[in-house]
């Protein structure tokens, strides 16, 4: 059977977006899997803790698309990790529902990948700034996979970002049919 | 009539009226006590400047009545009206049937025979849609439960003057023979007649439905205004004349027209079309009716005539404030109503005439009584200027002592002042998040509906101090002031930020001007009632439009946000005309400005590119700050 996959969308300027656009539709028609655009459902940022809960319940591989900003998600993705994740849900008495899932970031940055570098203008390695999605994972119990990133959204041509789009939708196929949930391998 | 003497009566009316009237509304009277003593004035008895014709004129005037109806038919969907039948049946009928028998009763004591003393109880038990209608719209009364209950009444009077016509008749003494060519159906057998009554009504409503759309539909296309004035004057005389010749009440036909056209398309077309012709021919029929008070025989008989008119009003106030009473009508409406019905009607003089044909009473009974419903009539806008002044300050204060309900929430945090709509809200949202809530409201029926659902509302007018201190406001936090009178509100701002000073006043405004005066007056916060919704409206509208979700409630909230900060702005120069209209048009400017400019600003984001560029410029300038990790 194959794999449930929930994407949760955050992107508070989808209307002038490039790179995400092209992937969204890139992604969308797939059979089978749950697109929640998040800041259609909740434009005035009162999540439905209960439904996106039972969301997560409802699948093996969760992936959070979103353009990176400063350093980290859109604010209401970050409200969505503070009101879902909840104690009692995601860890805590009770909790660790959510154990054993997948967590996946897929994410459009701005700037290039040498910029992420210790020489950089952007200071650190990107894998730092990886680190509270990381723990946030772990620390539910949950499986991180290496994140998908375009680098230097706003700049590549076209063609590039129709590539990435292209792989991105591979790879959420590939999750879909061949990850084995047990090992986190893909066959 | 030549018409050297037309344009002199046309003169002599028109300057009646526009001095009178003027002067009638400036002193608090209402146009209608205007038009009435400009017709004294200029009646035979006292300037004599139109003659006896008068009555022929009132006769003619009289079709301003028939338009009236027609009119405040079209403000009635049949849906509407279908939800008046009982106010219209019970209501309307015992008030005619108690107040016709009581009248009969009296006449019958003053030595009348039996049949002269049913004609005479018959015709009195009627009131004047003219008088009653175009006073209680000027009051804006029409559309409250007075309003409404006055109107179901008059309805049922004119229904009821069918059987009147029918059995006058009957009435007479001696036989007599009937020559009448205004009733054409007088000579039809009971049946015949019958026929032709069901008959015409069913003419009217098909009439309605099916051919006068598709004829207004052709006219307007003609794009003639002045046609499409004529056909609808057409309409309402044509219906009229059916309505005579079948003897049904033209005005009754006329308004069952005005319901079956109150869903056209055209209805505000014909409203505006015919609506200056019903207000002059109205003004003209006042005036007839002023101008026929036969003071001659006041004079006279001046001690008897009162009393017969005082004894009119009396009885047909206390029939129809029992009535009403027993129909549940609240006090201060109860008072507003009987006091509007307590008159004799224009009818009455038809129905005088038509009796003195047929014998039924003597000729100088109908001259007394027609001076007696003349004079009633006449006193009506006084009558209810002194129920409005006098009586119901009166027992305002009265009924708070006696009526009010004991209130018993304990202490509460909030009162909620006003429990329509709006508060319910208000007081479900405070509820929900567990503070206790005192309601008071002042409609009965409104009390009674939300106790259906298990709600308990007090009732009480809160603009009184004693209610507000029995519900608590000098230990609660907040009153929320959801009544929807602006007038109201202010009373109870200024009340409570005298009395209780500690109370936070939370007020709900219809608009703008509303919301400036409810501040002025004191209100901590003031919200207008249709903002809120408006905008949300407006989001859901640019959703529609292809925007996306938040885009559309960010420029909801930012519209929220700058309109009520200006309107915080404007409160200071609200009063100064020349300034605040300024001021207003620039802050809308501003405000679409800024609503603008986040659009724009949201799409430049976009090109300020996050890479190696545009950082590098600011890396020539600024010595950035390395990581304190560095190594
Ligand atoms: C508010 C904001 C913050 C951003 N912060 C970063 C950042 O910290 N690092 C980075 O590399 N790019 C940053 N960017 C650039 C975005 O990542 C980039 O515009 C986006 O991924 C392009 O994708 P899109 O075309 O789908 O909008 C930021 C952009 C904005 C508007």
Known sequence: ?187 | MDTESFLFKAFIFLVAAVIGVPIAKRLGLGSVLGYLIAGVLIGPFVFGLVGRDVEDIMHFAEFGVVMMLFLVGLELEPKKLWRMRMPILGLGGLQVLFTGFLFTIIAMLFDQTWQAALAIGMVLALSSTAIVLQTLTEKGLMKTDSGRSSFSVLLFQDIAIIPMLALMPLLASAPVEIINDDHGLTQLQGWQQTLAVVGSIVFIILLGRFLIQPIFNLIARTGLKEIFIATSLLLVIGITLVMQWVGLSPALGAFLAGVVLAESEYRHELEVGLGPFKSLLLGLFFITVGASINLDLLMQDTASIISLVLGLIIIKVIVLFLLAKFFKMPLMENLIFSFALAQGGEFAFVLFSFAAQNGVLTEHMISTLTVVVALSMALTPLLMILSEKVLQPLFDRQELSRDYDEIDDGETPVIVAGYGRFGQIVSRLLRSQGFQTTLLEYDAVQIDLVRKFGTKAFYGDVTNLDLLKAAGAENAKMIVLSVDNVDKAIIVTELCRKNFPELKIFARAKGRREAYEIKKAGAHCVIRETLGSALLLGREALVELGYRKYQAQRAAQTFLHYDNMHMEELTELWGDEKQYILAATEKAELLEAVLKSDIQDRAQIQNQSWDTDSRSQINDNIDIKQSPNED
Not at chain 1, 70 to 90: C, I, N, R, T
Request: proline share 4%; aromatic share 16%; with cysteine.
């Open chain 1, 1 to 187: 059977m194959a794999n449930r996959i929930l994407v949760n969308f955050a992107h508070p300027r989808f209307e002038s977006s490039v790179t995400n656009r092209v992937m969204v539709s890139a992604i969308k028609d797939i059979e089978g899997i749950t697109f929640n655009d998040l800041y259609e459902e909740y434009p005035d940022f009162l999540i439905d803790i209960k439904k996106e809960q039972k969301l997560l319940l409802e699948h093996d591989v969760v992936i959070f698309q979103h353009p990176f900003y400063w350093y980290s998600v859109p604010a209401l993705l970050k409200e969505w990790q503070d009101v879902v994740l909840e104690s009692g849900f995601a860890y805590g008495e009770g909790g660790f529902q959510l154990k054993g899932k997948y967590w996946l970031n897929a994410m459009t940055v701005g700037g290039t990948d040498d910029s992420y570098s210790k020489r950089g203008y952007n200071g650190y390695p990107f894998d730092q700034f990886l680190k509270p999605f990381e723990q946030t994972a772990v620390f539910c119990g949950m499986k991180f996979f290496q994140p998908f990133v375009v680098y230097d959204a706003i700049r590549i041509s076209k063609e590039a970002t129709i590539d990435a789009a292209e792989n991105y939708r591979k790879l959420i196929i590939d999750l879909q049919n061949h990850l084995n949930l047990r090992t986190g391998k893909i066959r």
